[in-house]
């Protein structure tokens, strides 16, 4: 990439795809064809006085498809502008009231807002491939993004290390958002613990090179192929530092160049991050059910029982319920070797929760793992509820014991009336 100021990559006019008529039109027809889907599907709603999870799917479903066929239009109505009445750069600056460094003035900066920034469900999980780069519709911005410092002679002009910092709050912010109102019920340690699965060095620098950002970049040549290994004198430690840094550089460059671009953002990056904690949303999302449906079918033993249920509490509270009563113990040991979080690297621990009681002598009813003791004895839990054949052998057990104390206190009642 040649030396240019990004004054000079702002002032060409002439854009390589001009916005044609034809162009709009084919726009607008895909806009036409995906909001009538929508309309369509939602009419099967038309009776439905609340919103539910099931219409706020089909309306993240359809979103995927027509924000981004809105955006284009609409940068097919800046180019439009553009092409009818060109302006000298030096005027367009005058009237902007903006250049490259005001871009990143405190009154640019937009905040995600509860629309952007909602909870994730199994839908958003791409079926395949990563989801579509966003562009950054600045080109200034777009060349501050992947410039280095070293890259630059004037040192009033911006390069990716601002703009890094300020990325860097974004995907902050926007992952917590998202991990706060899927796991409701984690610990504030463990919600930590998946944030930092997303935002890490290694895995932001992993996006850069899968999106291929890193080709991009206008970098020293000590730097230089940032995809090879070991060649130049850069340590690796400060290129992999880089790449994790331009891809948050990146992201803060999309959102700048356009505050209408924030939801488009938000969007990408919640169905990028999906792909990361697949695992943990489908196990929220299968836990969430269970927890409503669990024993439905089932008589309910007791009042506490149904509380437990619909209360969503802890699943090592569930399996108690459901089976325990007084001299029936569930205990909860270590098992199997130790192991390391694949993500993370931090000891994992693994749980068995075990009964004795009802025949049995330290049965083994499931197993959990988690990066904490507590965590993995409630997954072990879960895995115990799931094994509805057992469980239900069990729970039957429960039921004909309560009845036969419930017999035995009413005989015991009517015997203590006659004397």
Known sequence: MSKRSFA????ISSPQNPTSV????????????????LNEELQNFRDTSDINDEIISVLKRHNKEILPTAQLLAQDETSAL????????????????????SSLGAGALPIPNHISLTRWTPDDIPSSGLPPLPPVLDPDLEQAALTHSGMVSD???????????????????????????????????????????????????????????????????????????????????????????????YVAATILADPESLPRVSSWLKALWSTELADEIRAEFRGKSSSKHDCSNEKQDTDSDKKSTKQNLPY???LSNTIVVKGIRLSYNDVGESKKDKHLGLPLYTVGVFLSGWGESNLQLGVGSALSKKEAGNNAARAALENKKLIKRLQQKKEEFLKSRSLAESNQQEYDNWS
């Open 82 to 101: 553009s092409q009818d009445n060109p302006r000298p750069q030096k005027a367009q600056k005058l009237e902007d009231g903006r250049d490259s460094r």
């Open 155 to 249: 040192p009033t002009k911006m390069s990716y290390e601002r703009l890094e910092w300020i990325g860097d709050a974004y995907i902050y912010l926007i992952s917590t958002s998202f991990i706060f109102q899927t796991f409701p019920n984690l610990p504030v340690g463990r919600c930590s613990q998946l944030r930092e699965r997303l935002i890490r060095n290694e895995n932001l620098l992993n996006y850069t090179i899968q999106y291929g950002i890193d080709k991009r970049t206008n970098f020293p040549v000590e730097f230089g192929p940032l995809e090879k290994p070991r060649a130049t004198r850069a340590s690796e430690v400060v290129r992999k530092k880089a790449l994790g840094d331009i891809f948050e550089s």
């Open 22 to 37: 034809s162009q709009i039109l084919k726009h607008a027809e895909n806009l036409l064809k995906t909001v009538k889907a």
């Open 8 to 11: 000079e990559v702002g002032s």
């Open 316 to 318: 090592k509270v569930i």
